[in-house]
């Protein structure tokens, strides 16, 4: 079965005897916005256990078990994006109402709606995972239907584009006549495509400066507890749609004026933060090398996950098997399996936060001697190993083998986080001219390099680790053998910094001198 | 398997700075417009084989790929290259990244290497080189380490 057909039985299933109830409005009371507005028919796209499911998938992972407050969902997140892609699309309708109307709103609102359907339990975490599952990856590589686009958003549009979800919304449009608008209309938005002349509507769902991204920002810093100041309003006061003449073609865009600059600044240092000390915690990075190693393990035993009275069971071999797990589904996981097993075990040691541990961090302050081009040389090398996940996988297993892990490699995970790039950001196009009548444009990173300096900003704190299991000993032996595999593979020696704080006074100066 | 198979974006990024006319090259660019120079360079029938490692997304309103740029900042992250103050946008070509090349990648690359270097004269000729006195002696075809390598 395809991944298509795949996607077309999930939605199928999740979008099933759905009652079209409602022909009033409702209001939703939101922490960041404030009161928003749903309309009848956006309620049953919303009240569908196609949208319902993100209640039960965290927006940001495990950042939660660091951050307790952290556990909003995926279902906030995506009302809040709906009611902000809205309200780009009102400002807009209100300046130009030559290019944006009633059906802009309703366009960028439903595509906001969808946007994030494709989320699987603990959102980023597994998208990691079914990213390189054949299925998906052979649209996403080279040549493939959706070539250099992210997983999620694939599925996501997938979902929005499936002959089930098509089914349901023609009874939405034939229930609500004042629905302006077909799947063909909003769907391709989700993935960032609309028409040149149309493109300021792309730029509302997924744009350098877009509804998901001024809406996450708040929401996480405010759920972690990590103060952001985003003047949000007045970047909205500040937007407008120019023309842009590029290959030929007529480009309607959304553009930012001289006014949203401080705006945009606050921005990028707010995502910066929030990479740097929430996202890439230590604490959250060791969470989510257990959830692999908990979907490891389930691939090597060959057993399937949600295997019960309802569901067969999926062996996540496909990226839309994915779909059918959240993060309740993972820790209900658990009692599937004899109290005892590996499986239990870790996912119980989630649940109560007994946590992978930290041997080793590797960044740059921790290579002894950083200066010197045949370390950097090798700490660029190794560094290049998070483009291969299955290598990084490899070197893991390997340093688990030296340090005599008897091929018991459940615990022992290398971590090198992706970066943000805040390349987007800098392109977003800015309006020179104090007029929105005769607009004089330019990419935000020719007029300020903003993007720049956060890019650099970001670089000092990027690190890497060697996570393992709570014992001193076994660690210990661990950081040992990663010691060694690191020098002789690529020449790079550690300082004593790189060393977890606990094994430290185990490790002596003759093999990490001071 | 594919020609590419085992060689990484950020691998075949450094091939490209390494195989530069000339050691240690600054050049003036912004990531969107090295993504552009890629982007019509890998897609001559002649670069195809490399062109896997970095797949674009075509529908904006210009071409983007996260691959490329995952590249990108890894060799700034591992100081590949260096950016200079203070508009960010001037770009040296280590000597760091001579010998990661001669020690790890060039090895990797076996029956590429004149595909590799062709991709590089091009990229070279798209880019805005920044002239300023020699960080090589003149005369010295590389740095001192990298010949240390060499010798060994």
Request: glycine share 6%; aromatic share 10%.
């Amino acid at each position: 079965m395809s991944l298509k057909s795949k996607i077309d039985k999930f939605v199928g299933l999740h979008l099933d005897g759905i009652q079209f109830y409602t022909e009033k409005r409702k209001y939703v009371h939101d922490p960041i916005w404030g009161t928003i507005e749903l309309y009848p028919h956006e309620c049953c796209v919303l009240d569908s256990p196609l949208l319902q499911r993100l209640r039960q998938i965290h927006q940001t992972g495990f950042v939660y078990a660091t951050f307790p407050s952290a556990s909003h969902t995926r279902f906030e997140h995506t009302i809040g994006v709906m009611h902000l892609a809205g309200k780009i699309a009102s400002t807009l309708k209100e300046r130009h109402p030559k290019d944006a109307n009633e059906k802009t709103i309703q366009k960028v609102r439903l595509a906001a709606l969808l946007h994030d359907t494709g989320h699987s339990a603990f959102s980023h975490t597994s998208e990691e995972i079914f990213e390189s599952r054949k299925d998906l990856h052979d649209l996403l590589k080279t040549g493939g239907e959706f070539q250099g686009k992210g997983a999620g958003e694939v599925l996501s549009y997938l979902i929005a584009t499936s002959q089930a979800f098509r089914k349901f919304f023609r009874k939405v449009r034939k229930q609500y006549p004042k629905v302006l608008v077909d799947v063909n209309d909003f769907a391709p938005l989700i993935l960032g495509r609309a028409d040149p002349e149309k493109r300021f509507e792309a730029d509302i769902i997924s744009g350098p400066v877009d509804a998901d991204k001024l809406d996450y920002f708040p929401r996480d810093g405010r759920a972690s507890g990590v103060e952001l100041a985003v003047d949000i309003e007045r970047l909205l006061h500040c937007l407008s749609i120019a023309s842009e003449r590029r290959a030929g073609k007529n480009y309607r865009l959304m553009v930012v004026s001289r006014g949203g600059f401080n705006a945009i600044q606050q921005l990028l240092f707010a995502r910066a933060t929030l990479f740097a000390s929430v996202y890439h915690h230590h604490k959250v990075r060791a969470c989510d090398c257990m959830v692999k190693a908990c979907f490891e393990h389930f691939s090597e035993k060959g057993m399937k996950f949600k295997k019960n009275s309802v569901y067969p069971g999926f062996n996540l071999k496909s990226a839309a098997d994915f779909l059918f797990l959240t993060d309740t589904d993972f820790f209900g996981e658990a009692y599937n399996h004899k109290c005892g097993s590996l499986t239990h075990q870790l996912i119980h040691d989630l649940v109560y936060r007994r946590l992978f541990k930290r041997v080793l961090t590797i960044s740059r302050n921790t290579v002894r001697d950083f200066d010197n081009s045949q370390q950097k040389a090798g700490y660029s090398q190794f560094f290049n190993l998070r483009a291969c996940p299955e290598a990084m996988r490899a070197l893991a297993k390997k340093i688990a083998d030296k340090a005599k892990f008897g091929g018991k490699y459940t615990k022992v995970w290398l971590d090198i986080p992706r970066e943000p790039s805040f390349r987007k950001a800098g392109d977003s196009m800015v309006n020179m001219s104090s007029r929105t009548s005769n607009p004089r444009l330019m990419k935000l990173e020719s007029v300020i390099p903003i993007a720049q300096w956060v890019d650099t900003y970001q670089q000092y704190y990027a690190q890497s680790f060697l996570f393992g299991p709570e014992s001193v000993a076994e660690r210990r032996a661990l950081a040992i053998s990663a010691l060694k595999i690191l020098e002789f593979e690529y020449g790079l020696k550690l300082n004593r910094d790189a060393i977890a704080e606990d094994l430290r006074e185990f490790i002596s100066e003759k093999i990490v001198p001071a | 398997m594919n020609a590419t198979s085992n060689l990484y974006g950020d691998e075949l990024l450094s091939a490209i700075f390494a195989n530069f006319s000339s050691p240690r090259l600054k050049f003036k660019t912004t990531e969107s417009k090295l993504t552009g120079v890629f982007f019509k360079l890998l897609g001559q029938p002649k670069f195809r084989p490399l062109a896997k490692q970095y797949p674009f997304d075509v529908d904006g309103y210009e071409p983007r790929s996260k691959a490329l740029s995952d590249a990108f900042q890894s060799l700034q992250q591992s100081r590949m290259i260096g950016r200079m103050n203070p508009d960010l946008v001037v770009y040296e070509v280590s000597e760091a990244l001579e010998v990661r090349y001669q020690k790890f990648i060039e090895p990797k690359l076996k029956g590429r290497k004149t595909i590799v270097k062709q991709l590089a004269e091009e990229v070279e000729k798209h880019l805005d080189i920044v002239k300023s006195r020699a960080t090589v002696a003149p005369g010295l075809g590389i740095p001192k380490n990298v010949a240390k390598i060499q010798d060994r």
